[in-house]
């Protein structure tokens, strides 16, 4: 099996790439997805989450707009939040894993690869990348953003810049849709070719 890590920055389109990769037939773990059901409703991280942040959860799950205003500013917060959900993301990749063991290829789509270390866990890296210009546009573009909350999100982020020098390939979204697809397709055929080879 190869490993592909997905990455890019905020509003860079890797969940469209995600989505390109699933097409293809590769199987994809969504971080974010996993972190969304673990701090869901009855999610098994939202009671520790509520210990840990009080008031940034309820019936439904977590607030997520509470809990990153309690943490967002705070690098010991965010380390806390992350002892939290880390692990328990970890249980459910290596339960997709489990369930995947017969592919030859899987796409672990993870926000934070370079951030978290993660980039050492898989075989190869695709960054997915945009120009700065359409990445703020599309990412001010979504409900509840702000210029502030932007700037702290890509504060936490390794700049885009370098972490096209550190992937093994760059994906392309600020081109035509058909132009990212080829960039993707290329890619899975690259790999298996490799693997077959």
Do not use: N, W, Y
């Not at 939040?81 to 017969?102: C, N, S, W």
């Not at 980039?119 to 990445?135: E, G, I, L, T, Y």
């Amino acid at each position: 099996m190869i490993t592909l890590g997905l990455t890019g920055s905020i509003g860079m389109g890797k969940s469209t790439v995600a989505a390109m990769f699933a097409e293809l037939g590769v199987p994809v773990f969504d971080a974010d997805a996993a972190v969304h059901r673990l701090q869901g409703p009855a999610g098994r991280v939202v009671a520790a989450i509520e210990r840990a942040f009080p008031s940034t959860t309820g019936a439904q799950g977590v607030d997520r707009t509470a809990l990153s205003e309690a943490v967002l500013a705070d690098p010991d917060a965010i380390r806390r939040l992350e002892a939290i959900v880390h692990p328990a993301v970890g249980e459910e990749r290596a339960a997709f894993l489990a369930e995947h063991a017969d592919a030859a290829l899987v796409v672990f789509d993870v926000p934070l690869l370079f951030e978290t270390g993660g980039d050492r866990a898989v075989d190869k890296v695709a960054v997915v990348s945009a120009a700065a210009a359409v990445q703020r546009a599309r990412v001010l573009g979504r409900a509840g953003m702000s210029e502030a909350k932007l700037d702290a999100i890509l504060a936490r982020q390794l700049p885009d810049a370098d972490k096209r020098a550190r992937a093994d390939v760059v994906i392309p979204t600020d081109v035509p849709l058909s132009q990212t697809r080829a960039a993707v397709a290329a890619v899975v055929a690259c790999l298996l070719g490799a693997r077959d080879s």
